[in-house]
């Protein structure tokens, strides 16, 4: 298991690019397999789709669309206290997500002049939800709630069915929750093709999002530009800063709630404290053994984490603003001082009782998130992923005859005599 190392400038810095190799590896086998899929079903539709839903999931299913009846049946199986925690969870997502929605505006100026912005929710949109061993019912509620309060006119969800070639249960009440509107299933990157061509059955979206292994993630990146995407993810990532307050206990804990997810994932501790990053790597040692995912988190943590003992805090701001990791937990004796010097971070979590799987399920600000140091311009998922906004502009002609020198102008300089013109040619008596 990792041991704690002091930070030195140098040191720092091929920690970062370290990860940022990580997270920048390609298999030039996966992306011709893609292309592959990609094209053969642009060409071949619902066959195509089925024929890979064969040969990757073992069966298909009877019917590829699940109706709202059938899902009903399914999500009345679930656990109860899980159908309890979906509702609860649903609720403070759109109770987060409603504070983000924006509103058309118009501007109206005293020579008549008329602008504004018209912002409306996309036609349709695609939502990826990997199924099977790795279903995340989380993922339907944290990308289809948003793309609801964005008011867009269809959701379309797409899941791998199960080795019997049946939906999860948990996904279809999810979906309910979310208030989804189609469902097939179907996965992998023939299903990606498949929202962004449409197919005999499936409707061409719009734009697509959710997360999916490196075929989806693959496919998603080839098909950006037929249709929109959410971002390109890579393997998950936890920055925790902790000052000599810290529960070690609880550091460990949350640093292996990330490593869990994949052997590619990182995390990373940084503290001023030799002290803290001790008792940390001890608790590492003993929490690990009753986990579930020991193998991959021994895997994670030997590779991408690490136990950095800063000169001060300062500096570890510093480091976690270069790292610009996809979740930021802040375990300080006085965490809020922290929000406006750590600039570059998919998601903050401030204080000891403010651990990131609070965020993943619960709390309510979205989990899709930036990686790979991408939080330095890339945004959560939000309502604003659904939208699309346009602008308007009147001008009576008592206006433009005011604005029309400065029009001509700025076009000649631009050498663009056209433009000039479809100005000049309004009004003929300047000529």
């Known amino acids: 298991m990792i041991q704690p190392v002091k930070v030195g400038g140098a040191f720092g810095e091929d920690v970062i690019r370290q990860l940022r190799e990580r997270s920048g590896e390609k298999d030039q086998r996966v992306e011709a397999a893609v292309a592959e899929i990609v094209e053969n079903v642009r060409t071949g539709g619902d066959r195509a789709v089925r024929e890979y839903t064969v040969k990757f999931d073992g069966k298909a299913p009877e019917k590829t669309e699940i109706s709202k009846e059938e899902m009903q049946e399914l999500a009345a199986q679930c656990d109860p206290e899980f ?9 403070n997502i759109r109770d987060f997500h409603a504070r983000q929605k924006q509103q058309s505006w118009l501007e109206t100026r005293a ?5 504004g912005q018209r912002v409306r929710g996309l036609h349709r949109v695609g939502i990826y939800v990997p199924g099977g ?3 995340y019912p989380s993922s339907v509620l944290m990308n289809a709630i948003p793309a609801k309060i964005a008011e867009v006119g269809e959701i379309i969800m797409v899941t791998p069915p199960a080795k019997d070639g049946r939906p999860n249960p948990d996904i279809m009440a999810a979906a309910l929750t979310a208030g989804v509107d189609r469902v097939f299933l179907m996965g992998g990157a023939q299903a990606v093709a498949a929202l962004a061509y449409g197919t005999e059955t499936v409707p061409k979206v719009d734009k697509i999002v959710g997360p999916g292994n490196i075929f989806v993630a693959t496919a998603k990146k080839r098909l950006y530009g037929v249709v929109d995407i959410d971002m390109i993810a890579g393997p998950s990532e936890i920055l925790i800063l902790a000052d000599k307050t810290a529960n070690p206990a609880f550091l460990a804990a949350d640093l292996m709630s990330q490593a869990e997810h994949d052997r590619l994932a990182s995390a990373i501790l940084l503290t001023d404290s030799m ?3 001790q008792q940390t790597a001890a608790e590492l040692e003993k929490q690990v053994q009753a986990l579930s995912r020991r193998e991959i988190i021994e895997k994670s943590l030997e590779d991408y984490g690490a136990l950095l003992v800063c000169g001060s805090m300062e500096e570890a701001v510093r480091f976690a603003n270069d790292l610009a990791p996809e979740h930021l ?3 300080c004796a006085n965490p809020t001082e922290y929000i406006g010097r750590v600039d570059n971070a998919g998601s903050v979590f401030l204080g000891n009782y403010s651990p990131e799987p609070l965020g993943d399920y619960f709390a309510g600000p979205n989990h899709v ?5 991408t939080a330095r311009f890339f945004s959560p998922l939000s309502v604003d992923s659904f939208v699309k906004k346009s602008s308007f502009i009147y001008y009576t002609e008592p206006a433009l005859r005011e604005a029309r020198g400065d029009i001509v ?3 000649q300089a631009e050498g663009l005599t056209a433009h000039a013109n479809s100005i000049k040619v309004r009004f003929p008596s300047d000529v």
């Not at 159908?83 to 609720?91: G, N, R, V, Y």
């Not at 020579?111 to 602008?115: A, E, F, L, P, S």
């Open 83 to 91: 159908l309890d925690a979906l509702q609860k969870a649903a609720a």
């Open 111 to 115: 020579d008549g002049v008329m602008m």
């Open 133 to 135: 061993t790795a279903a």
């Open 275 to 277: 002290e803290i990053a």
């Open 329 to 331: 937990e802040v375990c």
């Open 369 to 373: 998130l930036p990686t790979s140091g």
């Open 409 to 411: 102008t700025l076009a």
